[in-house]
C-alpha cells in the first residue's frame, strides 16, 4: 500500500535550562494511506511532540517528514498552514470548540474562513459529518448545552470539514466516560474504513485495540510496533485487547 505519510531521521530537542533535551532521536516511520495506526507509550515519551512534528504544527529540529510526496522542511509558514487547513485534520483531548459560536458554526468556521465554497455547500457537508457522528439534531445547540462526547464529535465534524487526507487524533478520548469513548471510537473506525487515514495517540489499551497498529515509543523511540491486521473485523474487541495487552506488558508498559 502507499504511503501518505513518512518521518525521516526525524528528531526534536528542546533547549531547557540551558541542556539540551532529545524528545525524539531519529524517529523513522511510514504510515500507509488509509491505515488506523496508534502511537503509544509511557508519560513523556514523546508521543505527542511526534504528532506534532509529523503534521508539521511544531517545527523538527532535523531529519524530513514526507507528506503525500512534499518534504514539510521545505514548505514555508503558510504553505504549511495550507497544508494543515486543507489536507489535515486535528482532534485533541481538550475540546478547543469557540463558545461563542453554536456546533454548526464550530464545525463550518475553518472551511467558511478558507473563502473556497459558499456557506450552504459547506453546512451540507457539515449535516452530513453530524449524521454520521449522529450529532445531527444538535446542529443549533450552544456548545455548552452538549454533553463531552457530544462535544469531541463535534470537533470531529470540524476537523473533518475539509475532507482532509489524514485525522491526527491526540488523546482523543482522554477527557471522556467509557461510554462516550466508545463512541467517539466507533465513529473513528467508521472514518477510517471510509478511507481517511488516522494516527492518534492514547494510554487506553481499549482504544488502541480498536486500530490496526501499534508503535510504542520510549524515552524518543520507537522501540516496538504490533500489528492487529491478523484479526478480521469481526473479531471480537475483547481478544484484540488482550492479546495488545499482553505485548504492552512485554514492552514495560
Ligand atoms: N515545548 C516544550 N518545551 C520543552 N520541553 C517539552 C516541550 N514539549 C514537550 N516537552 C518535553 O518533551 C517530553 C515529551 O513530551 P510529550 O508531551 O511529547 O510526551 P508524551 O509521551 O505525549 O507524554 P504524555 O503521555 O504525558 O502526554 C517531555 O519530557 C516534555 O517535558
Request: net charge neutral.
Amino acid at each position: 500500500m502507499e504511503n501518505i505519510l513518512e518521518a525521516k531521521n526525524l528528531s526534536k530537542t528542546y533547549l531547557l535550562d540551558r541542556r539540551q533535551q532529545h524528545v525524539l532521536k531519529n524517529i523513522n516511520l511510514k504510515v500507509k494511506k488509509g491505515e488506523f495506526l496508534t502511537v503509544m507509550g509511557p508519560s513523556g515519551s514523546g508521543k505527542s511532540t511526534l504528532l506534532y512534528n509529523i503534521s508539521g504544527m511544531d517545527k523538527m529540529t532535523a531529519g524530513e517528514v514526507v507528506f503525500t510526496g512534499e518534504k514539510l522542511s521545505q514548505l514555508s509558514q503558510a504553505q504549511l498552514a495550507e497544508i494543515r487547513l486543507k489536507k489535515m485534520g486535528f482532534v485533541f483531548q481538550q475540546i478547543n470548540l469557540l463558545k461563542n459560536l453554536g456546533i454548526m458554526d464550530n464545525i463550518i468556521i475553518s472551511a467558511y474562513m478558507a473563502g473556497d465554497e459558499k456557506r450552504e455547500k459547506i453546512k451540507e457537508r457539515a449535516y452530513q459529518l453530524m449524521k454520521k457522528t449522529g450529532i445531527i439534531e444538535l446542529a443549533e445547540n450552544e456548545i455548552t448545552q452538549v454533553s463531552g462526547g457530544q462535544l469531541q464529535r463535534a470537533a470531529i465534524c470540524r476537523a473533518l470539514i475539509n475532507q482532509p487526507q489524514i485525522l491526527f487524533a491526540d488523546e482523543p478520548t482522554g477527557a471522556l466516560n467509557s461510554s462516550a469513548a466508545e463512541v467517539v471510537m466507533s465513529v473513528l473506525q467508521k472514518i477510517n474504513q471510509e478511507g481517511t487515514t488516522i494516527m492518534m495517540v492514547t494510554h487506553d489499551v481499549k482504544v488502541a485495540a480498536q486500530s490496526q497498529r501499534i508503535l510504542y515509543m520510549i524515552d524518543g523511540n520507537i522501540e516496538g510496533e504490533y500489528n492487529l491486521d491478523k484479526f478480521n473485523e469481526n473479531s471480537e474487541l475483547k481478544e484484540r485487547e488482550s492479546t495488545l495487552s499482553k505485548w504492552l506488558i512485554n514492552m514495560g508498559f
